[in-house]
């Protein structure tokens, strides 16, 4: 299986600053015959389920606002979002859809300082 | 607009056999370009991929969990379901039925979540 490892496991930013996230996959997510990273982040709050936010590493689901980007390549990838807003208090998973079983990170919680 | 929306008993206890279902609406179930799957959380485990079914009816399983696990699927009721037999405490989690979308080489995307059953195994 692969293993996805996120890094920090949280972080207190305060409201209109930066907040990086980081994700590590033991494998290639990346698939030549495409050009794709089959890598994406989710963001679950309490008491409700994941939403998809990224998908292909850097592609913004509809609707999710353009604070949130995602980059990386390979192994390495990063969730960023610019100015965060106190809606953006959430735990943030990576996951790989390239193999099976498909696999996710550990989380990273998000709060505000 | 599609929503899910997943059924099933609450508590079960060890060894037993515990069924839920996925109610789809907004969406007919035999879409060509998706797949329908379970995903689970757990405090201890976090998330984890329990299956899919595809438009064919063909599925595939976790292999942590291949030999305990069944889904199949209702089209006259636009509803799928899952079947895992032998359970234990270990089981406890919430349940989360899924839309994926069914990329070329890949595993499936979930893009579209219910909102979760919790499934607790306690004798």
């Known amino acids: 299986d692969i293993v996805m490892t996120q890094s920090p496991d949280s972080l207190a930013v305060s409201l209109g600053e930066r907040a990086t996230i980081n994700c590590k996959s033991s494998q290639s997510l990346f698939y030549s015959s495409n050009n794709r990273d089959y890598l994406s982040w989710f963001q679950q709050k309490v008491g409700q389920p994941p939403k998809l936010l990224i998908y292909?590493?850097?592609t913004r689901e509809s609707g999710v606002p353009d604070r949130f980007s995602g980059s990386g390549s390979g192994t390495d990838f990063t969730l960023t979002i610019n100015s965060v807003q106190a809606d953006d208090v959430a735990v943030y998973f990576c996951q790989q859809y390239k193999t099976t079983p498909q696999t996710f990170g550990q989380g990273t919680r998000v709060e505000i300082k | 607009q599609l929503l899910l929306q997943e059924s099933g008993p609450g508590l079960t206890k060890p060894s037993e056999t515990v069924s839920l279902t996925c109610s789809v609406s907004g969406d007919p179930i035999s879409g060509t370009s998706y797949c329908w799957g379970w995903i689970r959380q757990s405090p201890g485990k976090g998330l984890e991929w329990i299956g899919t079914?595809?438009?064919?009816?063909?599925?595939s399983y976790n292999p942590s969990l291949k030999s305990r696990v069944s889904m199949s699927v209702d089209r006259s009721k636009n509803q799928f379901s899952l079947t895992l037999r032998s359970v234990t405490p270990a089981d406890t989690a919430t349940y989360y039925c899924a839309r994926l979308q069914d990329y070329y080489h890949s595993s499936g995307l979930p893009d579209h979540w219910g909102q979760g059953t919790l499934v607790l195994v306690s004798s």
């Open positions: 079914i595809y438009n064919s009816e063909k599925t």
């Open positions: 292909w590493a850097s």
